[in-house]
């Protein structure tokens, strides 16, 4: 489905309007000669009007997400976190180690130990003070026999861990975190790359088709996050050999390949719950408590409509200036270890929330009457104690005012743009919304702290 931003090159009732006041300018700024034309009655500038609104109402509702593409990304999030406001969070990572060429251990080598690199990529989510437990599985299926993976996938894994931490996470003072591993394994791998058992990555997934990464099953703690794609992300065989010189102790490492995040939430007890299962339909804000919500990896987004813009459209004569939507979260939602997103993307979706596609081919972003996307910096205003976000939605209401019949359009929030380096048929390809636990609360305007105004710089005329 398409959508015009740029109706005001076309809208008869504006070009109406600026022929009026283009008239009256130039009647105005000419010096009188020769006999005057009394007949011609000049607008009287009574009839014009520069008016500013923040009264308009604005409607909220939150949207999920039937499923959410989290196969591919440059993070593995792993943890378990219960919300106040959003329930359970749990992030389980898979992924698969993988050779390019074959494991080869000097024979005289000895046996040390085997262990797993993960390395911080510096994303955390809740409460970073607190331990959380970690345990690696290994997988019991190859991951490549699947071609897509989504944030409710799970592929099998034996019940016995080969390795277990409890750990605080410090990822921007240790830079990784390394987890040892079952000798066991250990030394059948360093056994068969003696023998050359392991020529190859295919004797390689044979032996290990993968891992994955468990959070405690009871654990409130942070979750965090590993880059999938680097070289400090990868099992390593250690091992010494022992010579005149002393002991050598040497390694070999079996890095990160491919991998996804299941993520899965459980929002019993808490306003959420009522969140259709489809993104068909939307909760509106007055049916969870006055508020609505964004909640990334689950999928979760704000919808906004502005139900009484069309008033505007009583006198043909009213043309939007600018228009300005800010948007505050709910105070008690933002903490230290639930930090505000630091930006807001805005996209058009029809009325069963389905995106509205652009020219390329990709969900169509909210723009301004130019052209340019539109989004959302957060911002704190130390002084009045307050922090927001700001849309120009101009180009929107002035599309909006200019088309006929009622406005089903409406505008969703959420923590990324979309990822249009990769094909339009799968755009939230490794994007942050899909690999990150980040979330907002914003109160509606019945909430006793609202979070949405609408900020309407119009010019309307009396044409008589």
Known sequence: ????????????????????????????????????????????????????????????????????????????????????????????????????????????????????????????????????????????ANMLDKNAY?????????????????????????GRLKIKLSDVLGKQIFTMSKSNQLPSNTEWIDLIKGLVLLPGASDNGPVVGFRLFDDQTSIQLHYHLTSDDGIKKDSTVIKSGIGYNQILGDRKGTQLAKLPNTKRISLPSEQSGNMSFVQAGLGVMTRVDFPTIKDLKLNPYTVVNKAFLQVSPLTSSVTNFYKAPDTLFAYLVDKNNE?????????????????????????????????????????????????????????????????TRTSAAQPTYDSEFTKSATRLVIGNQRNSEPGVKLQLYYTSVNAR
């Open 355 to 419: 995106y509205f596609q652009g020219s390329t081919g990709f969900p169509e972003p909210l723009r301004t009457l130019n052209g340019t996307q539109v989004f959302g910096k957060y911002q704190v205003d130390l002084l009045n104690n307050t922090s927001y976000y700001v849309f120009d939605v101009g180009g929107y209401i002035t599309t909006v005012l200019g088309t006929t019949g009622d406005n089903t359009t409406g505008i969703v929030f959420r923590t990324s743009t979309f990822n």
């Open 1 to 140: 489905m398409k959508f015009n931003s740029h109706f005001l090159k076309r809208s008869s009732r504006v070009f109406r309007l600026l022929i009026i006041l283009a008239v009256t300018a130039s009647m105005s700024g000419c010096e009188p000669w020769g006999d005057e034309i009394e007949a011609i009655v000049q607008p009287n500038v009574d009839d014009f009007a520069v008016l500013f609104s923040d009264t308009t109402s604005v409607s909220l509702s939150s949207v999920g997400t039937d499923s959410v593409f989290t196969g591919g990304p440059g993070r593995l999030l792993v943890g378990r976190n219960i919300d106040p406001y959003f329930g359970t969070f749990q992030a389980t990572a898979f992924f698969q180690p993988t050779i390019e060429t074959a494991l080869v251990i000097p024979e005289l080598a000895v046996y040390d130990s085997l262990t797993l690199s993960l390395r911080y990529d510096n994303y955390t989510h809740g409460d970073t003070t607190v331990a959380m437990n970690i345990a690696v599985h290994k997988l019991l």
């Open 150 to 174: 989504y944030n409710t996938d799970a592929t099998p894994y034996e019940p016995a861990a080969l390795g277990k931490i409890k750990v605080v996470p410090t990822p921007r003072s240790s």
